[in-house]
């Protein structure tokens, strides 16, 4: 017990002062930012606003080329992909012997290997 004593109060000494400001340090008021300056700063996973013009024109939609099919795997826009793989915001949902089927949420397209000359 006296060595405990004795090592609170060596602590106490050596460090005394260093533990005094430390609290002033906790009692006097920081600056701070104000909530005016908080409430003007961009939210930086908050998308901004889309505002859309009435004279511009929508995006054209997005154009599918299916080059080849193979081994269960189809050749579309120069990438190989598989059923399930995403292309242009579609998901292929079937490989055949001549058609893939894409999906989204608002359309469904199938698309076609076309022979050249015909």
Same mark, same amino acid.
């Given at each position: 017990?006296?060595?405990?004593?004795?090592?609170?109060?060596?602590?106490t000494y050596l460090f005394g002062s260093d533990?005094?400001?430390?609290? /002033? %340090?906790?009692?006097?008021? /920081? %600056?701070t930012v104000d909530n005016s300056k908080i409430a003007s700063l961009y939210d930086s996973f908050e998308k901004p606003p889309v505002v859309v013009d009435a004279n511009t024109t929508p995006p054209p939609p997005p154009k599918f080329h299916l080059q080849a099919i193979l081994d269960g795997n189809a050749l579309i826009n120069d990438k190989w992909l598989k059923i399930g793989d995403r292309v242009n915001g579609y998901k292929i949902s079937h490989i055949g012997e001549k058609t893939v089927i894409i999906d989204n949420a608002k359309e469904h397209k199938t698309l076609h290997i076309f022979k050249v000359g015909k």
């Amino acid at each position: 017990m006296r060595f405990f004593t004795l090592a609170v109060f060596v602590c106490t000494y050596l460090f005394g002062s260093d533990v005094d400001a430390m609290i /002033k %340090n906790i009692m006097y008021p /920081k %600056n701070t930012v104000d909530n005016s300056k908080i409430a003007s700063l961009y939210d930086s996973f908050e998308k901004p606003p889309v505002v859309v013009d009435a004279n511009t024109t929508p995006p054209p939609p997005p154009k599918f080329h299916l080059q080849a099919i193979l081994d269960g795997n189809a050749l579309i826009n120069d990438k190989w992909l598989k059923i399930g793989d995403r292309v242009n915001g579609y998901k292929i949902s079937h490989i055949g012997e001549k058609t893939v089927i894409i999906d989204n949420a608002k359309e469904h397209k199938t698309l076609h290997i076309f022979k050249v000359g015909k």
